[in-house]
């Protein structure tokens, strides 16, 4: 088996202290070391942060790009710098590169005083031996990997709390928000069946008819809160799938198209438009009439009686461009970065009714496609929404 080569760079000013360190690391085992030798701090930083190639001491140039050094052998007592500083500066500017400080005889407290300072290990120049310094480098390398994992774990697991917290204000969020959009209708049937049973006789039928109309519009409006909010905890759940199957993209806007039309009757007119290389494409069905149900839906809400919706597809590059267009109220600038959250609405809605669900339900949608949605609107003068798909 390749034995695996250990990188050091080993940070002394004394010739005889190197050359000495260099054959006990020769001798330990030639082929599984490289070392490179530079008496000065400020080399020693340079050289570990350079991820380039750079000289060995043995001559060669190695071509390691990238490659790092595994650990350093750091002399505290070097002509740009003397003592604990000497390592403080190193790990201020190279934090993550494993320290095994080298000190004299007399320098067993500045030794401790580097171990708290974050240095893995020591070792005493005069005692050294070359089971100690392999076991030194061996543990501290060891150490250091370690650590750096811990650290990883605990980023990781940092991160996953703050994900959890976010979720659990997002849902509180949402119910609060719920809760709110069901009391309007519920209030508006409550008075409304108050006012039936309580003076029934005193209403004529006009005035009956037009109470009974309010309850069956606040029942609408809940079932309609009710499916969005059904179809978006599925997409929060990802257990909404995408179902792709090949779909003739012209036939699917026409036929939308005329189902639509009926809905909208003569109030509005939809008309779609095809310019193309193609019409077959793969993708989801039912969750592309989601999206441009949406879509149209508010483009007739939001513009005034008698005015064209335009529904626009162009196929090509392998990109479908769909665009909804109308020539209604707009959307206010400040408004329009934050349409796609849930329950949003515009400040100019007055009195149109909607939850401000079905943009953060038509985003999921277009992204379970991997595609992208882009909103451009201008006050009193209209809105475009564009959808682009992917279609492999
Ligand atoms: P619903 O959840 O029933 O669709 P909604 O229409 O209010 O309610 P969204 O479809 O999410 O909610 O739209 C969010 C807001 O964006 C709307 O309330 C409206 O202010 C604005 N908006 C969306 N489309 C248009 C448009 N074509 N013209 C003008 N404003 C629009
Ligand atoms: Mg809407």
């Known amino acids: 088996m390749e034995k695996l080569t ?38 020693a930083i340079n050289a570990s942060r350079q991820n380039s190639a750079f000289t060995f001491d043995n001559s060669q140039i190695a071509s390691i790009k990238q490659r790092r050094f595994d650990l350093v052998l750091l002399d505290l007592s070097l002509p740009d710098s003397i003592g604990l500083d000497t390592l403080k500066e190193y790990r201020a500017a190279v934090p ?30 005069d005692q050294m031996t070359i089971q100690r310094l392999v076991r030194a480098i061996r543990y501290a390398i060891e150490r250091s990997e370690i650590l750096n994992q811990l650290r990883e774990s605990e980023e990781r697991t940092r991160q996953a709390l703050a994900k959890e917290q976010e ?11 719920v809760s709110h959009e069901f009391r309007t209708p519920m209030t508006t049937i409550r008075t409304a069946v108050d006012i039936l049973e309580y003076n029934s006789k005193k209403l ?23 499916d969005e909010i059904l179809f978006l905890s599925k997409t929060e759940a990802a257990k909404l799938e995408y179902k792709p199957t090949l779909v003739d993209l012209v036939n699917f806007c026409t036929e939308l198209t005329d189902i639509l ?57 392998r990109l479908a461009t769909f665009q909804v267009r109308d020539h209604g109220m707009g959307i206010p600038l400040k408004d329009q970065t934050s ?7 515009a400040s100019n809605v007055g009195v149109i009714q909607g939850t401000g669900l079905g943009l953060t339900i038509v985003k999921k949608c277009v ?26």
Not at 208 to 213: A, D, P, V
Not at 295 to 309: E, G, H, R, T, V
Not at 339 to 345: A, E, I, P
């Open 261 to 317: 039309q009926v809905n909208a009757g003569s109030q509005h007119s939809i008309i779609f438009t095809f310019q193309g290389e193609f019409t077959q494409a793969q993708i989801d069905e039912d969750l592309l009439n989601c999206i441009f149900t949406n879509l149209i839906s508010n483009a007739i809400k939001y513009s005034p009686q008698n005015s064209i919706i335009w529904f626009d597809l162009i196929c090509k590059d």
């Open 204 to 226: 004529t039928d006009d005035r009956r008819t037009k109470y009974f109309e309010r309850i069956q519009n606040a029942i609408n409006q809940m079932l309609h809160l009710l």
């Open 339 to 345: 349409l796609f959250q849930t329950f949003y609405r």
């Open 96 to 125: 993550d590169i494993p320290v095994v400080v080298l000190t004299g005889l007399d320098d067993e407290n500045l030794a401790l005083q580097a171990l708290a300072e974050g240095a893995q290990d020591y070792l005493v120049k």
């Open 167 to 177: 979720l659990n204000e997002l849902k509180s969020n949402f119910v609060a928000m």
């Open 6 to 43: 250990i990188h050091i760079l080993l940070v002394e000013d004394s010739r005889s202290d190197a050359h000495l360190l260099r054959r006990l690391i020769l001798y330990a085992d030639q082929e599984q070391w490289q070392m490179l030798h530079v008496e000065r701090l400020s080399e």
């Open 367 to 392: 992204e379970l496609h991997g595609g992208h949605i882009q909103l451009e609107s201008e006050q009193d003068v209209g809105t475009t929404v564009i959808v682009t798909l992917p279609l492999q």
